[in-house]
């Protein structure tokens, strides 16, 4: 099956910082990637569609320019959690469909802010 | 939006023992995956079945469209068999978005 990756899998930063995520699709060109999270003992929050070239769909309630995202090419899409506090401390996870439509995703990202 | 409910939400087996996994979906779709989260959070695709059986060793699934459920079945499950297993549906095939269930924890013991 096509493979997605996603670095860095583990993050700690300071509360008012930002960090970027990135998820790339390596054996197959992605022109939607989906960017969700996953708190302790829970299902998976879809946060956001990326789209190639246009801006990303975010899902209500999801704060756009607190988590911005980039799809600047077919194979690579970026999560920007901007000044990042402790209540944005999750498990982020992206992932892209193929050309048959099945869903691949990455490793995730654990993100704490302190 | 589209309702995926799944069942059981926690199930303990003997190592040996065979399980059913439910997933029951509230509208017509065109996608339904199910995946396995392993410990570390990985998601690991086990089927992509919008409709019919399909099976992979010893695990198999089946995907009544228009009853609006799916079925994931394990045989003979192993200790390695545990974690968390995901049903996710989609209203279109190619770039949809998925709406996920709850889950189901597997948990076999020794």
């Known amino acids: 099956g096509a493979v997605v990756s996603q670095h860095p899998s583990r993050v700690i930063c300071k509360s008012g910082t930002s960090v970027k995520i990135e998820c790339r699709s390596l054996?197959?060109?992605?022109?939607?990637m989906f960017w969700y999270r996953q708190f302790p003992k829970q299902s998976l929050m879809l946060m956001a569609t990326?789209?190639?070239?246009?801006?990303?769909?975010?899902e209500q309630g999801v704060e756009k320019d607190k988590f911005l995202i980039n799809h600047a090419s077919l194979t690579l899409s970026t999560l920007t959690v901007t000044s990042a506090h402790p209540e944005d401390s999750s498990f982020y996870i992206c992932?892209?469909?193929?050309?048959?439509?099945?869903?691949?995703f990455g490793p995730g990202t654990r993100l704490t802010v302190l | 939006g589209i309702q995926v409910e799944q069942s059981p939400p926690d199930l303990i087996l003997q190592e040996g023992a065979n399980s059913t996994l439910r997933c029951n979906f509230s509208d017509s779709v065109n996608n339904l995956q199910w995946f396995h989260q392993n410990p570390w959070g990985q998601l690991i695709n086990l089927f992509y079945i919008p409709s019919g059986t399909k099976q992979n060793g010893r695990l198999s699934a089946t995907t009544v469209a228009t009853e609006r459920y799916s079925l994931l079945y394990i045989s003979s499950s192993q200790t390695t068999d545990s974690g968390v297993y995901f049903c996710a549906v989609a209203l279109n095939t190619n770039a949809g978005k998925s709406t996920f269930g709850d889950g189901t924890t597997l948990t076999v013991k020794p």
């Open positions: 054996d197959f060109q992605a022109t939607t």
């Open positions: 990326s789209n190639e070239g246009s801006k990303a769909t975010y």
């Open positions: 992932s892209a469909r193929d050309l048959a439509g099945e869903q691949f």
